[in-house]
């Protein structure tokens, strides 16, 4: 990743050097700001890294990444407009102003991240499904809760050590997001625990749903990737607490199945 730094490196030497050589900006005696023979440079490297987030946040699935690819482009997008604007109107310090501003909001969006999402995976975080279980308990909604436990987190952790267990997670994840729709909400609530509230209306589409998921989620190595799940409807009939304690033990029901079938480890 070293070589991701050489444009940075390359700037800042341009930057410290335009004092005495006015190769990128110049200040004339009079107090003027001018550009220089090189003002182009910090812009392409400008471009170079939005352009590299772009293409690396792409390689990711996940709900997030979506929007900071939205919101990169923008940022693309108007450094370009701007440019243009101080090339061709003269509009001086424009192109500057309109980064700073456009770091603060992605500082904004960082921070927002890292309270909705999961920052290893990219699924909805704990405190997001701990407030959406309270407005649907206050609003008295049905939906289908599905509790999902990942086969082996330990066993790939000690084989292959965390990083590695980070993949499978993701493997895990990559296949939620794949076969579930937004409206079925994936959230992480645990180290290898998922739960999906789904406002689907037929069991069997949703069963279907989870069997492919839980089938596709890969392999590391000759190990295969797999999870457990158990489901259970919430209706206010009773506490969610209940609800809640109906779909573990259908999961945990499902992973003695695998384990004495020799499905996971």
């Not at 969006?109 to 701990?130: Q, S």
């Not at 998921?213 to 489901?231: E, P, R």
């Amino acid at each position: 990743m070293w070589l991701l730094r050489i444009p940075l490196y390359i700037n800042a030497i341009l930057a410290f050097g335009s004092i005495y050589g006015g190769y990128m900006f110049y200040v004339t005696e009079d107090n003027v700001y001018g550009n220089g023979p090189l003002f182009f440079f910090p812009l392409l490297a400008t471009f170079f890294y939005l352009i590299f987030m772009i293409f690396d946040f792409k390689k990711k699935k996940g709900l997030m990444p979506n929007y900071e690819i939205a919101f990169l482009v923008c940022c693309l997008s108007i450094e370009i407009v701007m440019t243009l604007m101080e090339e061709f109107f003269k509009v001086r310090f424009i192109i500057y102003s309109s980064m700073v501003y456009l770091l603060i909001l992605y500082y904004i969006l960082m921070t927002i991240k890292l309270l909705v999402y999961d920052k290893v995976i990219g699924c909805y975080a704990r405190n997001l499904y701990d407030n959406e279980i309270r407005k649907l308990n206050s609003r008295k909604r049905e939906f289908y809760l599905v509790m999902i436990d990942m086969n082996g987190l330990k066993q790939i952790i000690d084989t292959y050590g965390h990083e590695m267990g980070d993949e499978a997670l993701m493997m895990v994840a990559n296949s939620l997001f794949t076969h579930f729709e937004n409206k079925e909400k994936v959230y992480r609530v645990g180290g290898d625990e998922f739960v999906i509230l789904a406002k689907s209306e037929f069991l069997a589409h949703l069963e279907r749903k989870l069997s492919k998921a839980h089938l596709s989620c890969g392999k590391i190595n000759d190990t295969v990737i797999t999870f457990a799940y158990g489901i259970a409807k919430y209706d206010g009939s009773k506490p969610y607490d209940e609800v809640m304690v109906e779909a573990d033990d259908a999961m945990y029901k499902m992973k003695d199945i695998m384990h004495k079938s020799k499905i996971c480890l």
